[in-house]
């Protein structure tokens, strides 16, 4: 019997592109095809045979490509969407839509072609109207077509609050729910350090400012950065989601899905908890929230509903 290597897909060879075709390599999730413009197409080839050549010093056996041809992707279990253009200080996500819209349309026809079995992972700004835009372009089941920023921002979340206690960020656990903007939930309740409420042990006004450090934890490192966005942990965020498809882990993570009754809303794409495993997103989870809970949530969706209105008008 021959065991075929997993083909996994990533468009666009900018900072969170390479990043993550660098990281699915060197984790042994398949074999890479790494996607840009055909303006960039040298540099895309460029970069990956210099990851292919990092590989014998990394000991990992990972096939990477780099083209500006569909083909190449053709058969791909795992595409990721990275293309697109990032923000600048001062610029929302939400200024990219128009622009990021066309670009995921056009890629998101390739892919229908070329792949049509993948699962599909978007994470071009604005992201929750980009994964609307993706499925609406795919045809796809709602179950693989998947929008990343929650593994993101509750990786921030629980970033600060390992550094606030001073513990391993290992036993941090929380997460954050609704669209990847401002006004994101990070639910307090939800959230513990080794099983203990983290309400027990910051004071009220720390997870206040913790709660605010991660709704606007992109734009913290847009002003670091000077020129361009986040790209180490989107990157890895990336790849846990790939990791859980690929593996059939069956992650409770939380992802963009399309809501049609699930928290009340309807033909939404926003962030939610959700099994991620073989089948893609397998379920999702539907918890109680409280009045102010509900309100925050109510207004992430209501941020989300505007931008995917400038695309449909
Ligand atoms: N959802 C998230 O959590 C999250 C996190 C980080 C970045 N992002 C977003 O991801 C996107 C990429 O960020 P980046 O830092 O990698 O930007 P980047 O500018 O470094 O790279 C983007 C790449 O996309 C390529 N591209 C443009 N049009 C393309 C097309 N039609 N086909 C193939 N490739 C194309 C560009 O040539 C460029 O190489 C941005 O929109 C950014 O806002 C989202
Ligand atoms: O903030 C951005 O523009 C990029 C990304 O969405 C992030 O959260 O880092």
Redesign the pocket.
Known sequence: MTIKRKKITVVGAGFTGATTAFMLAQQELGDVVLVDIPQLESPTKGKALDMMESMPVQGADANIVGTASYDDTRGSDVVIITAGI??KPGMS?DDLVNTNASIVKSVCEQVKQTSPDAYVILLS?PVDAMTYVAYETLGFPKHRVIGQSGV?DTARYCTFIAEELNVSVEDVRGFVLGG?GDDMVPLVRYSNVGGIPIDKLIARDRIEAIVQRTRT???E??GLLGNG??YYA?AASLVQMTEAILKDKKRILPVIALLEGEYGYHNLFMGVPAILGGGGIERVFELELTESERTALDKSAESVRSVIQVITG
Do not use: C, E, K
């Open positions: 990032a923000r996500r700004n993101l990847h934890g992109g734009g490192i847009v966005s986040a989107p």
